[in-house]
């Protein structure tokens, strides 16, 4: 198993440039998350999905989007980049909810965006 | 409001030596908390995860206790290697909803020879 995968590593945009970044999983995950982390602050949710179809915003979802059209795969879109998107983005995917202790949640390796 | 408080917010130890980092949540209801290590430029990879009537659990060096009264938890690092330089993110879920996550800002620890 591959875990979660994240494209790409790093990426550099100009303010207003759009672009997607990818996330897959490949252990049948119903669950799965987008966090965004900056220096000094907690890991912070911006959107989410329960399943295929289903998607809900998290602490953070202004200015991005997401969509659910399969199980593998969440991409996270950017619409019109901004330099306060600058961070670390990481996806995260788990079998159910985190509630149950159960459930382990396991994270891809981050995306570096820089958006100047 | 929910929160985790986490603390030192660094630590420098030598090799060999045993640490102990600290978490402080507000979360309520409780479900269970979690310990992640999180090396320099990759994410966090699960440690433990303690539901409130589990009082200790290990994981090789690593053994997190949680005392679910005082809503206190910590993370004990037996014998600590060069390895274990990283940060320690304590999370606590909740039982309301689908995003019962909160996220302390992590213990950067480094270990030094």
């Known amino acids: 198993n591959a875990g979660v995968t994240q494209t790409p590593k790093f990426q550099v945009l100009k303010t207003g440039q759009s672009m997607t970044l990818q996330c897959a999983q490949d252990?049948?995950?119903?669950?799965m998350s987008w966090y965004r982390q900056d220096p000094g602050m907690g890991l912070r949710l911006i959107h989410y999905s329960v399943g295929a179809g289903i998607t809900d915003q998290g602490e953070v979802p202004n200015g991005y989007n997401v969509s659910r059209s399969t199980t593998e795969d969440f991409p996270l879109r950017l619409l019109s980049a901004a330099p306060s998107q600058t961070s670390v983005y990481f996806c995260a995917s788990s079998y159910g909810r985190l509630a149950n202790s159960y459930n382990e949640q396991f994270f891809g390796p981050g995306t570096r965006l820089t958006v100047l | 409001k929910n929160q985790v408080e986490q603390s030192p917010q660094s630590l420098i130890i030598l090799e060999g030596k045993n640490c102990t980092l600290q978490c402080n949540y507000t979360v309520s209801p409780f479900s269970n908390l979690r310990w992640y290590k999180q090396d320099t430029g990759r994410g966090p990879v699960s440690l433990t995860i303690m539901t409130f009537s589990e009082n200790t659990k290990s994981n090789g060096r690593y053994t997190a206790t949680l005392d679910a009264d005082t809503k206190q938890s910590s993370l004990h690092i037996t014998a600590s290697q060069l390895s274990d330089s990283a940060s320690y993110i304590c999370v606590v879920s909740g039982y309301s909803g689908n995003t019962p996550l909160v996220f302390g800002k992590g213990t950067r620890l480094s270990v030094i020879a």
């Open positions: 252990m049948n995950h119903e669950y």
